[in-house]
């Protein structure tokens, strides 16, 4: 095995040096998106806070997408990168009553939105096992 000289890490034959940070600044990409979105679009998901969450769905709203810009920050940076990856995976978990919720007041939308609703449930596991993914990588 050769080095990667940007980390001193073993890189496989075949494997590009990049290949290992390619899982995680994917997420970073997909995170950095949904959190600016929560910042400029708001209403969309104030609208899909749970109402038994204490504060106001604005503050979960700000808080979730500064937390996504957060991760995706961390997944950018080397050295933070497999807590960043960590964060990620526990950050898509504890947002899923969201998905939840939009799924539940969505039940009597039309079916196009009712697939939306009912999509982002399952969706919701691959973007963990992405998360997870990308903290084994950060390892290597």
């Known amino acids: 095995m050769r080095q990667d000289r940007s980390s001193a890490r073993p890189v496989a034959p075949g494997q590009s040096p990049g290949a290992s940070q390619a899982p995680a600044l994917g997420l970073a990409a997909l995170f950095t998106a949904t959190g600016i979105t ?10 899909i806070v749970p109402p038994w969450l204490p504060g106001s769905p604005g503050m979960w709203t700000l808080v979730s997408g500064l937390a996504e810009l957060a991760c995706a920050l961390a997944l950018c940076v080397p050295a933070t990168r497999r807590a960043g990856a960590t964060a990620a995976a526990l950050l898509l ?24 609703a009912y999509g982002r449930l399952p969706l919701q596991v691959p973007l963990v096992a992405w998360a997870l993914w990308a903290r084994r990588w950060a390892g290597r």
């Open 93 to 116: 978990v504890a947002v899923f009553p969201a998905n939840i919720q939009m799924a539940v007041d969505w039940r009597h939308r039309g079916l196009a939105e009712q697939l939306v």
């Open 38 to 47: 929560h910042l400029v679009v708001p209403s969309f998901y104030d609208a």
